[in-house]
């Protein structure tokens, strides 16, 4: 029982790190001013710089940065249609270069044991029963999306799986977070996360996200509580 205790602090410890890291990493004047050098080099560099743009993106991935800040960036620079079409391949590719490292790392850590009660317990048991609808509704919730991807690398879910329901379920909230670059004209409120949708265009945004994330939490209790039940019956 302690060794259990002992497994699921350590591994609330690292997902509070995760959520934390990009936040902690945008307060150091360094990170900032490097960001601020991307997005002058990105304007000026032309086609050449979209490599470098996707490569960025999916290093913030994997440093699990917040979804809105590569994206917001690709609509500052090349505005919405341009900087959605850069902004999704580097979400999707960075999703699962996230995924690689963590089902390399991370596994045995943080596959949960039998029986065991919790969020991530529960994200197990259902992507391990309805993988696709399942991922498919954590991407567009407002679960940090960097964070999810490390912790269904731990699932038995298989990589084609996941990339799809994570590029298809991260459509709208990247297209969300590129417009709301395309119409700021100060880096620094995007930077600081303060860049949001004009007017009611955000209460609706915010109305879907709720409702979405909603579901998505229901739907995986209720595929865990029929997977426990299940296992009740058959012991």
Known sequence: MTARRGRRA?????????IVLPFALLRFESVRAGLGDLVAHLRVAGPPGWAAFVAADVLGA???APLWLMSGIAGYVYGFAQGFAL??????????AAFGLGRAGLSRLMTPHEGERGL???IHRAVGHEGFRI???LRISVLPQGMLSYVLATTPMRFRDFALATTLGLVPATMIHVYVGSIVRDLAALLEGDATLPGMWRWIALSVIAVVSVTAMIVVTRVTRGVLARAAERS
């Open 135 to 137: 991922v498919l509704l």
């Open 120 to 122: 991530v317990p529960a």
């Open 87 to 96: 902004a999704m391949p580097g979400v999707a590719l960075g999703a699962c």
């Open 10 to 18: 350590v591994r609330a410890l690292v997902i509070v790190f995760l």
């Open 62 to 64: 994997i440093v699990v």
